[in-house]
């Protein structure tokens, strides 16, 4: 009767074993994925910096190097991501209004319109919006908290790109 329940547990362990075992995190994209190319930014919102577009766009080369196992691409011929955008909005707006409509807090919001080519496994392309923000005090000089604010916002922008590609598979 021991070895009977012995060889049942064996089967039931053995059955259920992995196949593969391993450290290293193959996530949720497609095995043919290995590279992606991103064509810097455009700017089409009226008050965006000019420099913004290029600091976004190494925000988001280095974001999807370091958080995927996706490698940069120079050329697009040879990347199986292939992603391209535009700003489209770029505003500081007064939040939380307080006595004799002076604001206490802004918002800074910031949008941008990306368009997603896939070439492996097979084609697919796709369009999303994503508009993230960053609030500050009023009291505070916008040109002196405006990096700050764009680094959470890139932060942000980043985190979205990787879950849409990631979550478009």
Partial sequence: ???LYFVVLLLLVTGCWPSKIGFRDTGGMPVEWEKFYLQTLRVNAPTCPLSYAATLSESLKDGIQNNTRLLISSNIKDAQVQLSGEITNYSVNPIALQNGDNAA?????VSIA???NITAPKIDTWKFVVTRF???DASANFAT???QLLTQVNEQVVQDV???IMSNW
């Avoid at 807090?105 to 919001?109: A, D």
């Fill in 1 to 3: 009767m021991r070895i």
């Fill in 105 to 109: 807090k802004n918002r800074l919001t």
């Fill in 114 to 116: 990306f368009e997603g």
């Fill in 134 to 136: 960053a609030d500050f």
């Fill in 145 to 147: 908290v405006e990096s």
């Fill in 162 to 164: 990787i879950n849409k």
